[in-house]
């Protein structure tokens, strides 16, 4: 190879790795000599170039184009472990959980207690690891909205008891957002770190994420927290004064610069989590292809969804965790109803009251899958107090997701861990008692789901009359779900009892006319 060849090479290697941390990340790949069949020719030895019209030549583009698609997977793979970086280990936090009550107004929560909410909070601060609540205080608040929640009176309270915590390390404000101005005011004055929900439902979804979908969907809910974050820190450096606005020269300031790199940062995470939808599309497809059922188990987090299809479908490599969100990403599971009709069913992550919107946008992508699903199934803890919130806060966020009316209104309601209520009976007339850990109620639960099943997908139970001599049967064995074989040898017929939908009925009258 030519030395001058070689120079021309390392520069732009080490110009392009110089760079690598401030240009957007380009497909990052050594210089190829084959997109020209001139120079790939001149520097192969004598004898070993073709053209790209011959027969050898054309094999190797083939080839070519294979390695250059593995490559390009490969830059994928690359693209996202940069966008999400080393995961942060979840660090020690001695907390005071804090609930500021609304006792009146158009604000006070008519569905729960302050105690309940309280419960709530400190169950979220359990969930994580090395976390630990010292102590927990309910103050009344009149305007949760003003800079610092509370009172002069109840904050002064607040301060001392703080102050009288030796250990603390942060304090766990419960409400659903603070704003950037608010959290760094009440820092100053505690002089410890100050978590909203946000912030802690974030740091449980960071610790619990698996795959490289629900990772780059927390980084994209991390976005607005950066953004809240840098407002913060290039203001203090701002009162700092002295040195140059701008970065060498660039006519860029510090602040201009790092919401540039955020907004690039948030660009490449859509365009990845916008590729994973794509191949869930293409995994929908494969399922409407194969006409498989495919049925949402929803409902708010710790409820038992999970629990519940290890029940129904009896496979043995699900392991429920009793915690909040232990589920964020989709997972499908194929199981049978009562009639040996296959259908799959699809775990979704777990709501809760006054999520945050960007947390609910940024997981969106995920509940996609529920739209194109033929029945959702929304599990209740009814042993829960505040059962009726949760099923309110449910059917809200279902609502906001433009899900069909078709869907929505043939939700089946299941009453799940009846066990820890003595002689339950159900308000509901329509809902289905069960419980998953111990098997109750299952059966009538299948029955209800295959019900449902067969009007909303449009499939029908008949009977056809076959000749056995012939490929029909073996043809619905592998079209439909044959639940009966009733075989008149002296005919060498058989009457068949199916569920079959409605294309799978067009293509077997087509095929064997009678």
Same mark, same amino acid.
């Given at each position: ?172 404000? $419960? ?53 809240? $974050? ?199 007339? $329509? ?70 939908? $409605? ?12």
């Amino acid at each position: 190879m030519r030395p001058g060849f070689l120079l021309l090479r390392r520069a732009a290697a080490l110009c392009t790795w110089g760079l690598r941390p401030w240009l957007s990340r380009q497909p990052a790949r050594p210089l190829r000599t084959g997109g020209c069949w001139g120079l790939r020719a001149a520097l192969q030895p004598p004898g070993k170039g073709e053209p790209p019209w011959s027969g050898k030549g054309a094999a190797r583009g083939e080839r070519e184009k294979e390695e250059d698609e593995d490559e390009e997977e490969e830059d994928d793979e690359e693209e996202l472990d940069s966008l999400l970086g080393p995961a942060p280990l979840p660090s020690a936090q001695r907390l005071l959980v804090v609930h500021p009550a609304i006792k009146w107004g158009p604000k006070k929560p008519l569905l729960t207690t302050a105690e309940l909410q309280m419960a709530e909070a400190v169950a979220l601060v359990n969930t994580l690891h090395n976390w630990t609540v010292l102590d927990k205080i309910i103050m009344s608040t009149k305007m949760p909205d003003k800079k610092f929640i509370f009172g002069k009176g109840n904050f002064q309270i607040l301060t001392e008891k703080i102050k009288e915590l030796p250990h603390i390390t942060a304090v766990f404000l $419960n409400v659903e957002r603070l704003s950037s101005l608010t959290k760094s005011e009440l820092e100053d004055a505690w002089g410890v770190t100050v978590f909203d929900r946000y912030t802690v439902v974030l740091h449980i979804f960071r610790c619990n994420a698996r795959t490289k979908e629900a990772k780059l969907q927390i980084a994209l809910a991390e976005i607005p927290l950066l953004r809240a $974050n840098l407002k913060n820190e290039t203001s203090h450096l701002d009162q700092q004064r002295g040195g140059s606005r701008y970065i060498m020269g660039s006519g860029e300031t510090f602040m201009e610069m790092q919401y540039r790199l955020l907004k690039e940062k948030e660009f490449k995470i859509r365009n990845a989590l916008e590729k994973l939808r794509k191949k869930r599309s293409v995994l929908r497809t494969q399922r409407r292809r194969h006409e498989f059922p495919v049925v949402a188990v929803m409902g708010y987090t710790n409820c038992g969804k999970t629990t519940l299809i290890k029940a129904l479908t009896g496979d043995e490599r699900i392991h429920p965790r009793d915690q909040l969100f232990a589920t964020l990403d989709i997972t499908a599971h194929a199981g049978y109803l009562p009639s040996h009709l296959e259908v799959i069913y699809v775990d979704t992550i777990g709501f809760l009251s006054e999520l945050p919107h960007d947390l609910i946008e940024s997981f969106s992508a995920t509940l996609e899958d529920v739209a194109y699903s033929d029945l959702i199934v929304h599990v209740r803890d009814i042993s829960h107090p505040e059962t009726v919130l949760q099923k309110a806060s449910v059917l809200s966020v279902l609502k906001n997701l433009n899900l069909p009316s078709h869907l929505l209104d043939s939700i089946v309601e299941v009453h799940n861990k009846v066990d820890l209520i003595e002689r339950y009976q159900s308000p509901e007339p $329509n809902a289905i008692a069960v419980s998953a850990l111990l098997g109750y109620g299952l059966e009538k639960l299948k029955e209800e789901i295959e019900r449902t099943v067969l009007k909303t997908t449009g499939r029908n139970i008949l009977t056809i009359k076959v000749n056995l001599a012939g490929p029909q049967l073996s043809w619905l064995y592998k079209e439909a779900t044959v639940q009966e074989v009733d075989v008149m040898p002296e005919e060498c017929m058989a009457n068949v009892k199916v569920i079959i939908s $409605n294309s799978a009925l067009g293509k077997y009258k087509k095929l064997f006319p009678r």
